[in-house]
Protein backbone atom coordinates (compact mmCIF):
# COMPACT_ATOMS: atom_id res chain seq x y z
CA UNK A 1 0.00 0.00 0.00
CA UNK A 2 2.89 2.01 0.89
CA UNK A 3 4.69 1.56 -2.23
CA UNK A 4 1.00 2.36 -4.29
CA UNK A 5 1.26 5.67 -2.49
CA UNK A 6 4.66 6.88 -3.12
CA UNK A 7 4.18 5.60 -7.09
CA UNK A 8 1.09 7.98 -7.07
CA UNK A 9 3.42 10.72 -5.46
CA UNK A 10 6.11 10.44 -8.23
CA UNK A 11 3.82 10.08 -10.91
CA UNK A 12 1.84 13.10 -9.83
CA UNK A 13 4.89 14.85 -9.21
CA UNK A 14 6.30 13.85 -12.95
CA UNK A 15 2.90 15.22 -14.19
CA UNK A 16 3.09 18.33 -12.01
CA UNK A 17 6.87 19.51 -13.25
CA UNK A 18 6.66 18.35 -16.84
CA UNK A 19 3.33 20.46 -17.79
CA UNK A 20 4.76 23.44 -15.68
CA UNK A 21 7.89 23.20 -17.62
CA UNK A 22 5.43 22.88 -20.86
CA UNK A 23 3.57 25.57 -19.86
CA UNK A 24 6.72 27.71 -19.61
CA UNK A 25 8.03 26.84 -22.65
CA UNK A 26 4.63 28.04 -23.84
CA UNK A 27 4.78 31.04 -22.89
CA UNK A 28 8.17 31.08 -24.15
CA UNK A 29 7.58 30.82 -27.29
CA UNK A 30 5.25 33.60 -27.51
CA UNK A 31 7.68 35.95 -26.38
CA UNK A 32 9.99 34.77 -28.99
CA UNK A 33 7.88 35.50 -31.62
CA UNK A 34 6.70 38.82 -30.60
CA UNK A 35 10.41 39.67 -29.30
CA UNK A 36 11.13 39.08 -33.43
CA UNK A 37 8.19 40.88 -34.39
CA UNK A 38 9.73 43.96 -32.48
CA UNK A 39 13.14 43.38 -33.95
CA UNK A 40 11.83 43.13 -37.72
CA UNK A 41 10.32 47.03 -36.31
CA UNK A 42 13.74 47.94 -34.59
CA UNK A 43 16.10 46.65 -37.17
CA UNK A 44 14.30 46.14 -40.45
CA UNK A 45 11.43 48.47 -40.76
CA UNK A 46 13.01 51.78 -40.00
CA UNK A 47 13.10 53.54 -43.48
CA UNK A 48 16.04 55.79 -42.43
CA UNK A 49 18.09 52.09 -43.10
CA UNK A 50 19.64 51.60 -46.72
CA UNK A 51 18.29 48.74 -48.47
CA UNK A 52 21.66 46.76 -48.39
CA UNK A 53 21.65 47.24 -44.13
CA UNK A 54 17.96 46.60 -44.22
CA UNK A 55 18.54 43.24 -45.85
CA UNK A 56 21.84 42.31 -43.64
CA UNK A 57 19.63 42.65 -40.40
CA UNK A 58 16.71 40.85 -41.93
CA UNK A 59 19.12 38.01 -43.07
CA UNK A 60 20.67 37.46 -39.78
CA UNK A 61 16.72 37.51 -38.43
CA UNK A 62 15.88 35.09 -40.79
CA UNK A 63 19.34 32.61 -40.24
CA UNK A 64 18.43 32.61 -36.17
CA UNK A 65 14.94 32.32 -36.01
CA UNK A 66 14.06 30.40 -38.77
CA UNK A 67 15.22 27.17 -39.72
CA UNK A 68 16.24 27.88 -42.92
CA UNK A 69 18.20 24.15 -43.97
CA UNK A 70 14.69 22.47 -42.98
CA UNK A 71 12.80 24.88 -44.97
CA UNK A 72 14.95 24.78 -47.82
CA UNK A 73 14.67 20.98 -47.77
CA UNK A 74 10.66 21.56 -47.89
CA UNK A 75 10.61 23.48 -50.12
CA UNK A 76 12.39 20.98 -53.25
CA UNK A 77 9.83 18.31 -52.05
CA UNK A 78 11.34 15.29 -53.85
CA UNK A 79 13.40 16.90 -55.90
CA UNK A 80 16.22 16.94 -52.75
CA UNK A 81 17.32 13.55 -52.53
CA UNK A 82 18.14 13.19 -56.15
CA UNK A 83 21.07 16.22 -55.70
CA UNK A 84 24.26 16.18 -55.02
CA UNK A 85 25.78 18.16 -52.47
CA UNK A 86 27.32 21.01 -54.29
CA UNK A 87 23.96 21.26 -55.71
CA UNK A 88 22.59 21.22 -52.42
CA UNK A 89 24.54 23.65 -51.40
CA UNK A 90 23.84 26.11 -53.91
CA UNK A 91 20.43 25.87 -53.54
CA UNK A 92 20.49 26.50 -49.95
CA UNK A 93 22.44 29.56 -50.36
CA UNK A 94 20.89 31.04 -53.35
CA UNK A 95 17.26 30.26 -51.53
CA UNK A 96 18.07 32.19 -48.57
CA UNK A 97 19.25 35.07 -51.09
CA UNK A 98 15.83 34.73 -52.88
CA UNK A 99 14.11 35.19 -49.13
CA UNK A 100 16.14 37.57 -48.19
CA UNK A 101 15.60 39.96 -51.27
CA UNK A 102 12.07 38.84 -51.44
CA UNK A 103 10.96 39.43 -47.76
CA UNK A 104 13.09 42.09 -46.33
CA UNK A 105 11.84 45.32 -48.90
CA UNK A 106 7.84 44.51 -47.94
CA UNK A 107 8.85 45.53 -44.29
CA UNK A 108 10.01 48.21 -45.01
CA UNK A 109 8.36 51.43 -43.27
CA UNK A 110 5.82 48.27 -41.72
CA UNK A 111 4.47 49.31 -38.44
CA UNK A 112 1.88 47.37 -37.53
CA UNK A 113 0.51 46.15 -33.97
CA UNK A 114 0.99 42.44 -33.25
CA UNK A 115 0.16 40.32 -30.25
CA UNK A 116 0.74 36.26 -29.69
CA UNK A 117 -2.88 35.41 -28.21
CA UNK A 118 -2.45 31.77 -27.80
CA UNK A 119 -0.08 29.43 -27.68
CA UNK A 120 -0.61 25.29 -28.18
CA UNK A 121 1.81 22.31 -28.18
CA UNK A 122 1.09 19.64 -30.30
CA UNK A 123 3.14 16.55 -30.83
CA UNK A 124 6.58 18.62 -30.15
CA UNK A 125 5.71 21.93 -31.48
CA UNK A 126 4.48 25.09 -30.37
CA UNK A 127 1.79 26.73 -32.53
CA UNK A 128 1.90 30.15 -31.39
CA UNK A 129 -1.15 32.37 -32.80
CA UNK A 130 -1.33 35.96 -33.43
CA UNK A 131 -3.23 38.67 -34.23
CA UNK A 132 -1.47 41.50 -36.42
CA UNK A 133 -3.57 44.24 -37.31
CA UNK A 134 -1.77 46.11 -39.98
CA UNK A 135 -1.99 50.19 -40.18
CA UNK A 136 -4.06 50.07 -43.71
CA UNK A 137 -4.67 46.44 -44.58
CA UNK A 138 -6.78 43.62 -43.76
CA UNK A 139 -5.88 42.45 -40.08
CA UNK A 140 -4.46 38.96 -40.28
CA UNK A 141 -4.28 35.70 -38.29
CA UNK A 142 -0.48 33.63 -38.18
CA UNK A 143 0.19 30.88 -36.70
CA UNK A 144 3.82 30.05 -36.15
CA UNK A 145 4.90 26.90 -36.15
CA UNK A 146 8.10 26.64 -33.63
CA UNK A 147 10.17 24.14 -31.93
CA UNK A 148 12.74 23.74 -29.54
CA UNK A 149 16.08 22.38 -30.92
CA UNK A 150 18.60 21.00 -28.30
CA UNK A 151 20.07 24.07 -27.24
CA UNK A 152 16.93 25.57 -26.01
CA UNK A 153 16.30 27.83 -28.78
CA UNK A 154 13.49 28.50 -30.25
CA UNK A 155 13.20 28.01 -34.18
CA UNK A 156 10.58 28.42 -36.84
CA UNK A 157 9.88 26.40 -39.65
CA UNK A 158 6.55 28.01 -40.87
CA UNK A 159 4.15 30.54 -40.83
CA UNK A 160 0.27 30.21 -41.62
CA UNK A 161 -1.29 33.20 -42.64
CA UNK A 162 -5.25 33.25 -42.56
CA UNK A 163 -4.95 29.46 -43.04
CA UNK A 164 -2.16 29.91 -46.18
CA UNK A 165 1.30 28.12 -45.56
CA UNK A 166 3.94 30.34 -46.61
CA UNK A 167 6.27 27.00 -46.79
CA UNK A 168 3.01 24.82 -48.66
CA UNK A 169 3.10 27.64 -50.99
CA UNK A 170 6.56 28.36 -51.97
CA UNK A 171 7.03 24.75 -52.69
CA UNK A 172 4.03 24.25 -54.70
CA UNK A 173 5.37 27.20 -56.58
CA UNK A 174 8.93 25.88 -56.91
CA UNK A 175 7.42 21.95 -57.77
CA UNK A 176 5.80 24.36 -60.90
CA UNK A 177 9.12 26.11 -62.05
CA UNK A 178 11.78 23.20 -61.70
CA UNK A 179 8.66 20.61 -64.03
CA UNK A 180 8.20 23.42 -66.59
CA UNK A 181 12.02 24.82 -66.66
CA UNK A 182 14.31 22.03 -68.80
CA UNK A 183 17.23 22.61 -66.80
CA UNK A 184 15.05 21.35 -63.37
CA UNK A 185 16.49 22.44 -60.14
CA UNK A 186 19.43 24.41 -62.00
CA UNK A 187 16.99 26.14 -63.79
CA UNK A 188 15.37 27.09 -60.71
CA UNK A 189 18.43 28.28 -59.02
CA UNK A 190 19.22 30.58 -61.91
CA UNK A 191 15.53 31.69 -61.98
CA UNK A 192 16.05 32.76 -58.10
CA UNK A 193 19.57 34.26 -59.02
CA UNK A 194 18.13 36.32 -61.71
CA UNK A 195 14.95 37.75 -59.75
CA UNK A 196 17.84 38.68 -56.83
CA UNK A 197 19.55 40.73 -59.27
CA UNK A 198 16.55 42.74 -60.20
CA UNK B 1 -37.80 30.45 -67.77
CA UNK B 2 -38.75 27.45 -66.44
CA UNK B 3 -37.58 25.22 -69.65
CA UNK B 4 -34.09 26.86 -69.21
CA UNK B 5 -33.87 26.47 -65.64
CA UNK B 6 -34.38 22.91 -65.73
CA UNK B 7 -32.17 22.63 -69.38
CA UNK B 8 -29.25 24.43 -67.08
CA UNK B 9 -29.95 21.87 -64.29
CA UNK B 10 -29.58 18.64 -65.97
CA UNK B 11 -26.57 19.89 -67.60
CA UNK B 12 -24.94 20.78 -63.74
CA UNK B 13 -26.04 17.47 -62.54
CA UNK B 14 -24.79 15.86 -65.75
CA UNK B 15 -21.31 17.50 -65.08
CA UNK B 16 -21.57 16.51 -61.26
CA UNK B 17 -21.75 12.74 -62.67
CA UNK B 18 -18.41 13.33 -64.74
CA UNK B 19 -16.07 14.57 -61.85
CA UNK B 20 -17.56 11.95 -59.42
CA UNK B 21 -16.43 9.11 -62.50
CA UNK B 22 -13.78 11.02 -63.51
CA UNK B 23 -12.14 12.53 -60.70
CA UNK B 24 -10.46 10.32 -58.36
CA UNK B 25 -8.29 11.63 -55.89
CA UNK B 26 -5.73 8.70 -55.28
CA UNK B 27 -4.77 7.84 -58.69
CA UNK B 28 -4.85 11.72 -59.95
CA UNK B 29 -2.57 12.93 -57.22
CA UNK B 30 0.16 10.85 -57.77
CA UNK B 31 0.24 11.25 -61.58
CA UNK B 32 0.27 14.93 -60.96
CA UNK B 33 2.36 15.59 -58.02
CA UNK B 34 -0.88 16.74 -55.90
CA UNK B 35 -1.56 19.58 -58.39
CA UNK B 36 -4.18 17.90 -60.62
CA UNK B 37 -4.28 20.41 -63.23
CA UNK B 38 -4.79 18.71 -66.52
CA UNK B 39 -5.78 21.75 -68.39
CA UNK B 40 -2.45 23.47 -66.75
CA UNK B 41 -2.25 25.20 -70.70
CA UNK B 42 -5.47 26.48 -71.17
CA UNK B 43 -5.44 27.52 -67.44
CA UNK B 44 -2.76 29.55 -67.85
CA UNK B 45 -3.92 31.65 -71.20
CA UNK B 46 -7.02 32.03 -69.29
CA UNK B 47 -4.95 33.55 -65.96
CA UNK B 48 -3.39 35.53 -68.39
CA UNK B 49 -6.29 37.24 -69.62
CA UNK B 50 -7.80 37.17 -66.09
CA UNK B 51 -4.82 39.26 -64.77
CA UNK B 52 -4.81 41.78 -67.74
CA UNK B 53 -8.20 42.27 -67.00
CA UNK B 54 -6.88 42.89 -63.23
CA UNK B 55 -4.55 45.65 -64.44
CA UNK B 56 -7.12 47.51 -66.78
CA UNK B 57 -10.02 47.06 -64.42
CA UNK B 58 -10.50 45.34 -60.96
CA UNK B 59 -7.58 46.98 -59.83
CA UNK B 60 -8.00 50.39 -60.87
CA UNK B 61 -11.91 49.86 -59.12
CA UNK B 62 -10.69 48.50 -55.89
CA UNK B 63 -8.26 51.70 -55.87
CA UNK B 64 -10.76 53.91 -56.04
CA UNK B 65 -13.11 51.87 -53.83
CA UNK B 66 -10.88 52.18 -51.25
CA UNK B 67 -10.35 56.09 -51.85
CA UNK B 68 -14.45 56.20 -51.06
CA UNK B 69 -15.24 57.46 -47.67
CA UNK B 70 -16.55 54.83 -45.26
CA UNK B 71 -20.28 55.82 -45.13
CA UNK B 72 -21.07 54.97 -48.30
CA UNK B 73 -18.48 52.13 -48.88
CA UNK B 74 -18.86 49.89 -45.61
CA UNK B 75 -22.75 50.13 -45.41
CA UNK B 76 -22.77 49.32 -49.35
CA UNK B 77 -20.02 46.39 -48.62
CA UNK B 78 -22.28 45.09 -45.49
CA UNK B 79 -25.55 45.33 -47.96
CA UNK B 80 -23.84 43.24 -50.55
CA UNK B 81 -22.79 40.31 -47.57
CA UNK B 82 -26.42 40.34 -46.01
CA UNK B 83 -27.37 39.66 -49.45
CA UNK B 84 -25.34 36.30 -49.50
CA UNK B 85 -27.33 34.64 -46.44
CA UNK B 86 -29.76 32.97 -47.82
CA UNK B 87 -27.63 31.06 -50.46
CA UNK B 88 -25.11 30.61 -47.15
CA UNK B 89 -27.93 29.63 -44.76
CA UNK B 90 -29.25 26.86 -47.23
CA UNK B 91 -26.26 25.60 -47.60
CA UNK B 92 -25.42 25.62 -43.84
CA UNK B 93 -28.73 23.53 -43.70
CA UNK B 94 -27.88 20.93 -46.83
CA UNK B 95 -24.53 20.44 -45.08
CA UNK B 96 -26.45 19.88 -41.63
CA UNK B 97 -23.77 22.39 -39.91
CA UNK B 98 -25.33 22.81 -37.03
CA UNK B 99 -22.58 25.71 -36.19
CA UNK B 100 -22.90 27.30 -39.09
CA UNK B 101 -26.45 27.64 -38.88
CA UNK B 102 -26.60 28.77 -35.40
CA UNK B 103 -23.38 31.62 -36.80
CA UNK B 104 -25.41 32.78 -39.92
CA UNK B 105 -28.69 32.85 -38.38
CA UNK B 106 -27.64 34.90 -35.29
CA UNK B 107 -25.22 37.11 -37.85
CA UNK B 108 -28.12 37.57 -39.77
CA UNK B 109 -30.65 38.63 -37.32
CA UNK B 110 -28.31 40.83 -35.30
CA UNK B 111 -27.44 42.68 -37.99
CA UNK B 112 -31.02 43.15 -39.78
CA UNK B 113 -32.29 44.65 -36.39
CA UNK B 114 -29.48 46.37 -34.50
CA UNK B 115 -27.45 46.80 -37.78
CA UNK B 116 -30.86 48.76 -39.20
CA UNK B 117 -31.58 46.43 -41.91
CA UNK B 118 -28.05 45.45 -42.62
CA UNK B 119 -26.45 48.28 -43.07
CA UNK B 120 -24.15 47.73 -40.23
CA UNK B 121 -22.36 45.27 -39.42
CA UNK B 122 -22.97 45.30 -35.33
CA UNK B 123 -22.06 41.41 -34.98
CA UNK B 124 -18.69 41.80 -35.85
CA UNK B 125 -18.09 44.32 -33.03
CA UNK B 126 -17.25 43.46 -29.54
CA UNK B 127 -20.41 44.34 -28.08
CA UNK B 128 -21.87 40.74 -29.99
CA UNK B 129 -19.16 39.16 -29.16
CA UNK B 130 -17.33 39.21 -32.68
CA UNK B 131 -19.59 36.86 -34.71
CA UNK B 132 -17.61 35.61 -37.53
CA UNK B 133 -18.16 36.22 -40.87
CA UNK B 134 -19.35 32.64 -42.66
CA UNK B 135 -20.08 32.16 -46.04
CA UNK B 136 -21.34 28.36 -47.41
CA UNK B 137 -21.74 27.60 -50.66
CA UNK B 138 -22.82 24.72 -53.07
CA UNK B 139 -18.92 23.60 -53.81
CA UNK B 140 -18.13 23.05 -49.93
CA UNK B 141 -22.11 21.59 -49.44
CA UNK B 142 -20.58 18.89 -52.43
CA UNK B 143 -17.33 18.75 -50.76
CA UNK B 144 -18.93 17.68 -47.40
CA UNK B 145 -21.09 15.15 -49.45
CA UNK B 146 -17.80 13.34 -50.57
CA UNK B 147 -17.65 14.84 -54.01
CA UNK B 148 -14.41 15.23 -55.03
CA UNK B 149 -12.72 18.93 -55.68
CA UNK B 150 -11.53 17.21 -59.40
CA UNK B 151 -9.03 18.98 -61.96
CA UNK B 152 -8.41 22.57 -61.25
CA UNK B 153 -10.07 24.82 -63.45
CA UNK B 154 -9.17 28.76 -63.83
CA UNK B 155 -12.62 30.42 -64.71
CA UNK B 156 -12.68 33.80 -67.20
CA UNK B 157 -13.00 36.52 -65.01
CA UNK B 158 -14.04 34.64 -61.87
CA UNK B 159 -10.80 33.38 -61.20
CA UNK B 160 -9.25 29.98 -59.79
CA UNK B 161 -11.96 27.40 -59.25
CA UNK B 162 -11.87 23.47 -59.74
CA UNK B 163 -14.68 21.60 -61.74
CA UNK B 164 -16.95 20.73 -58.37
CA UNK B 165 -16.71 24.08 -56.96
CA UNK B 166 -17.60 25.67 -60.40
CA UNK B 167 -20.53 23.48 -60.51
CA UNK B 168 -21.58 24.89 -56.99
CA UNK B 169 -21.30 28.18 -58.29
CA UNK B 170 -23.80 27.61 -60.85
CA UNK B 171 -25.64 25.80 -58.87
CA UNK B 172 -25.71 28.70 -56.14
CA UNK B 173 -26.63 31.40 -58.78
CA UNK B 174 -29.76 29.40 -60.19
CA UNK B 175 -31.16 28.55 -57.01
CA UNK B 176 -30.23 31.76 -54.89
CA UNK B 177 -33.63 32.39 -53.47
CA UNK B 178 -33.08 36.12 -54.11
CA UNK B 179 -33.43 35.56 -57.50
CA UNK B 180 -36.99 34.47 -57.21
CA UNK B 181 -37.41 37.51 -55.22
CA UNK B 182 -35.90 39.42 -58.00
CA UNK B 183 -37.89 37.83 -60.74
CA UNK B 184 -41.23 38.53 -58.83
CA UNK B 185 -40.04 42.13 -58.36
CA UNK B 186 -39.14 42.27 -62.11
CA UNK B 187 -35.42 43.68 -61.22
CA UNK B 188 -33.24 43.27 -64.25
CA UNK B 189 -29.65 41.64 -64.74
CA UNK B 190 -28.10 45.38 -63.60
CA UNK B 191 -29.94 45.25 -60.12
CA UNK B 192 -28.80 41.67 -59.45
CA UNK B 193 -25.41 42.28 -60.89
CA UNK B 194 -24.58 44.71 -58.20
CA UNK B 195 -24.05 42.49 -55.08
CA UNK B 196 -21.73 40.20 -56.58
CA UNK B 197 -19.62 43.15 -58.17
CA UNK B 198 -19.49 44.93 -54.58
CA UNK B 199 -18.44 41.82 -53.13
CA UNK B 200 -15.37 41.35 -55.98
CA UNK B 201 -14.11 44.99 -55.27
CA UNK B 202 -14.43 44.29 -51.89
CA UNK B 203 -12.39 41.42 -51.57
CA UNK B 204 -10.08 42.76 -54.67
CA UNK B 205 -9.20 45.99 -52.04
CA UNK B 206 -8.62 43.83 -49.47
CA UNK B 207 -6.27 41.65 -50.59
CA UNK B 208 -4.51 44.87 -53.05
CA UNK B 209 -1.30 45.26 -51.27
CA UNK B 210 -0.93 41.35 -50.45
CA UNK B 211 -1.28 40.39 -53.76
CA UNK B 212 0.93 42.78 -55.32
CA UNK B 213 3.49 42.00 -52.73
CA UNK B 214 2.90 38.22 -53.84
CA UNK B 215 3.16 38.50 -57.36
CA UNK B 216 6.35 40.83 -57.00
CA UNK B 217 8.06 38.11 -55.22
CA UNK B 218 6.53 35.46 -57.16
CA UNK B 219 9.09 33.06 -59.73
CA UNK B 220 5.89 31.04 -60.96
CA UNK B 221 2.50 33.08 -59.89
CA UNK B 222 0.31 30.97 -61.78
CA UNK B 223 1.60 28.12 -59.65
CA UNK B 224 1.14 29.98 -56.55
CA UNK B 225 -2.45 31.31 -56.98
CA UNK B 226 -3.11 27.86 -57.48
CA UNK B 227 -1.56 27.31 -54.41
CA UNK B 228 -3.49 29.62 -52.24
CA UNK B 229 -6.62 28.68 -53.58
CA UNK B 230 -6.60 25.09 -53.17
CA UNK B 231 -4.88 25.64 -49.18
CA UNK B 232 -7.84 28.35 -48.68
CA UNK B 233 -10.64 26.12 -49.99
CA UNK B 234 -9.17 23.21 -47.66
CA UNK B 235 -9.50 25.45 -45.11
CA UNK B 236 -13.16 26.46 -45.60
CA UNK B 237 -14.25 23.22 -46.41
CA UNK B 238 -13.20 21.69 -43.21
CA UNK B 239 -15.48 23.79 -41.49
CA UNK B 240 -13.37 25.22 -38.39
CA UNK B 241 -13.68 28.56 -37.54
CA UNK B 242 -10.24 29.37 -37.48
CA UNK B 243 -8.12 26.36 -38.19
CA UNK B 244 -4.87 26.05 -36.79
CA UNK B 245 -4.04 22.93 -37.71
CA UNK B 246 -4.21 23.53 -41.54
CA UNK B 247 -0.65 23.83 -42.78
CA UNK B 248 0.34 20.87 -40.39
CA UNK B 249 -2.04 18.57 -42.29
CA UNK B 250 -0.93 19.98 -44.98
CA UNK B 251 2.75 18.61 -44.58
CA UNK B 252 3.13 15.56 -46.70
CA UNK B 253 5.48 13.77 -43.74
CA UNK B 254 6.52 10.90 -46.46
CA UNK B 255 9.02 12.65 -48.24
CA UNK B 256 10.88 13.14 -44.68
CA UNK B 257 10.70 9.71 -43.09
CA UNK B 258 12.85 8.30 -46.11
CA UNK B 259 15.87 6.63 -44.31
CA UNK B 260 18.04 7.07 -47.19
CA UNK B 261 17.35 10.79 -47.37
CA UNK B 262 18.24 11.08 -43.68
CA UNK B 263 21.62 9.15 -44.41
CA UNK B 264 22.34 11.45 -46.99
CA UNK B 265 22.01 14.37 -45.08
CA UNK B 266 23.90 13.38 -41.73
CA UNK B 267 26.47 12.29 -44.49
CA UNK B 268 26.37 15.70 -45.58
CA UNK B 269 27.34 17.05 -42.42
CA UNK B 270 31.20 17.81 -42.12
CA UNK B 271 31.58 17.47 -38.52
CA UNK B 272 32.84 14.51 -38.27
CA UNK B 273 35.65 15.37 -40.89
CA UNK B 274 36.70 18.23 -38.58
CA UNK B 275 36.69 15.96 -35.61
CA UNK B 276 39.41 14.04 -37.28
CA UNK B 277 41.23 16.79 -38.53
CA UNK B 278 41.91 17.65 -35.21
CA UNK B 279 42.53 14.59 -34.19
CA UNK B 280 45.41 13.74 -36.64
CA UNK B 281 46.79 17.13 -36.38
CA UNK B 282 46.89 17.27 -32.77
CA UNK B 283 45.85 20.55 -31.10
CA UNK B 284 46.61 24.43 -32.03
CA UNK B 285 45.04 27.34 -31.12
CA UNK B 286 43.15 27.88 -34.49
CA UNK B 287 42.00 24.60 -34.26
CA UNK B 288 40.93 24.54 -30.90
CA UNK B 289 37.65 27.14 -32.31
CA UNK B 290 36.61 25.04 -35.18
CA UNK B 291 36.43 22.15 -32.44
CA UNK B 292 34.29 24.63 -30.38
CA UNK B 293 32.32 25.33 -33.59
CA UNK B 294 32.78 21.33 -34.70
CA UNK B 295 30.75 20.69 -31.16
CA UNK B 296 28.72 23.67 -31.21
CA UNK B 297 26.44 21.98 -34.83
CA UNK B 298 27.26 18.29 -33.92
CA UNK B 299 23.93 15.97 -34.97
CA UNK B 300 23.22 14.27 -31.47
CA UNK B 301 20.52 12.57 -33.53
CA UNK B 302 17.36 14.24 -31.78
CA UNK B 303 14.65 15.36 -33.99
CA UNK B 304 12.05 17.85 -33.63
CA UNK B 305 9.53 14.96 -34.32
CA UNK B 306 9.37 11.72 -35.78
CA UNK B 307 7.76 13.48 -38.89
CA UNK B 308 10.17 15.62 -39.36
CA UNK B 309 13.91 15.44 -40.08
CA UNK B 310 16.39 16.31 -37.91
CA UNK B 311 17.17 19.91 -37.66
CA UNK B 312 21.14 20.52 -38.55
CA UNK B 313 22.58 23.64 -37.83
CA UNK B 314 25.59 22.89 -39.76
CA UNK B 315 23.62 24.40 -42.94
CA UNK B 316 23.79 27.78 -41.31
CA UNK B 317 27.00 28.13 -41.52
CA UNK B 318 27.16 27.32 -45.49
CA UNK B 319 25.37 30.75 -46.04
CA UNK B 320 27.22 33.46 -43.87
Same mark, same amino acid.
Given at each position: ? !? ?6 ? =? ?5 ? =? ?9 ? %?????? %? ?9 ? /? ?24 ? =? ?28 ? /?? !? ?17 ? %? ?54 ? =? ?17 ? /?? | ?31 ? +? ?52 ? @? ?38 ? +???? #? ?21 ? #?? *? ?11 ? #? ?25 ? *? ?16 ? #? ?18 ? $??? $? ?12 ? $? *? ?34 ? @? ?12 ? $? ?12 ? @?????
Amino acid at each position: M !YKLLNSFV =IIFSLIF =ISNASADTNTE %ESKSFV %EKLGKEVIETV /SDERLSDNQRRTNFRYLYLNAFDNFY =ISRFVLGRYWKRLDKSVREEFVKTFNDYIV /ST !YAPKFKGWRGEFKAVDALI %EKNFYNVKMNVINKDGPALKLIWKIYLDKNKNFKILDVNIDGVSMLVTQRAEFMSV =IKNNPNGVIGLIEAMKKKI /SI | MFISNSKIFRFLLLALVIISITANPGSSESKN +NGVNDPFEGANRNIFKFNEKLDDYFFKPVAKGWRKLPDIPRKPLTNLADTAKVP @VSLANAILQLNKESIGNILGRFLVNMTFGLGGLFDVASTD +NFGN #MPNIHEDFGQTLAVWGVPDGPYV #ML *PIFGPSSLRDSVG #MGIDAVTNPLSFAYRMNGIGIEGRLSG *PVVRGVTKREKYLDYVDE #MKAGSLDWYATMRSLYRQRR $IKE $ISGELENEKVSFDL $I *PTDVYQDDILNKQIVNLDTDNEIENVVKTQLVKTQL @VKEVKAANKRYYNG $ILPSSNYPAFNESR @VNLIE
